[in-house]
């Protein structure tokens, strides 16, 4: 993780465990909802909840998130919570992704969207240039 980057560093955690031979699960995987771009959150979903992505609060969550739409506009997939769920899958190490959600139709829509794959290497340079813009900002 580069140096003023925002957010906790896991000393490429991931790596170590694959090297482990040893499976994770990826949870929050949408930041609590922040990754769909929007604070307004389904009636059965919980509250906002404290930061738990690279932001201070939720709302700077959110806005932070926003920054990706125009690489689902470029095509790189359908909605922001695609480009998350599909992102997170491109890391071997991650065996299961564990998605909350309110409906039966958002599982549907995580299904859809992991059954399409991982993001292709151009949609990850894409996100890798939006988030080097993050460093030396405030959590």
Known sequence: MPAGYP???????????QAAEMGVI??????AGALSGTEERHP???PPPAPIG?????????E??????PRVREGHADSLIEAA???VIVQRA????????????QLEYAARSIERGPLSPAALDR????????????R
Do not use: C, K, W
């Open 7 to 17: 957010a906790q560093d896991y000393g490429n955690l991931l790596g170590h465990m």
């Open 26 to 31: 990826n949870i929050r995987v949408l930041a």
């Open 44 to 46: 059965l979903g919980s």
């Open 54 to 62: 690279s932001g201070a609060d939720y709302r700077r969550d959110v």
């Open 64 to 69: 932070r998130a926003r920054r990706f739409e």
């Open 85 to 87: 769920l599909r992102y």
């Open 94 to 105: 991650v065996s299961t992704v564990l998605v909350g959600y309110s409906t039966l139709e």
């Open 127 to 138: 996100v890798a240039d939006i988030q080097r813009g993050f460093v030396g900002e405030p």
